[in-house]
């Protein structure tokens, strides 16, 4: 359901529960999520949420991988075909983690 119109509408705070009422139907603090908006009665609100419930990127998980299989001495190659990513982004991170003695 769309709410694009002016009413005002009472919605419930995902993060502390807390019922407020937005300023007009298409303004609040809301994110999409799955099936619909999740409303938050503040940007303090949204920001406490997502660091609790949001996943960290998935460029970093990827990253994390990357250094964990070098680590393991596989090679830039191995790596690549393992994960499924670009090789000069192995051997870009296998130069780092030589630099920084890793
Ligand atoms: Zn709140």
């Not at 993060?15 to 407020?20: A, H, I, L, S």
């Not at 994110?31 to 960290?56: L, N, V």
């Not at 070098?70 to 630099?99: C, H, I, P, Q, T």
Request: charged share 35%; glycine share 6%; net charge positive.
């Amino acid at each position: 359901m769309m709410d694009d119109g002016f009413d005002r509408m009472e919605k419930t705070c995902t993060n502390c529960g807390k019922e407020f009422v937005t300023p007009c139907g298409d303004w609040a603090f809301k994110k999409y999520k799955g099936r619909g908006y999740q409303y938050f009665c503040s940007w303090k609100c949204i920001r406490a949420w997502e660091k609790e419930h949001e996943k960290p990127a998935r460029k970093i998980d990827e990253r994390e991988k990357i250094i964990q299989a070098l680590s393991d001495g596989l090679s830039v190659k191995e790596v690549s075909v393992l994960l499924n990513v670009d090789a000069s982004k192995v051997s870009y991170w296998k130069k780092r983690m030589v630099r920084e003695n890793v």
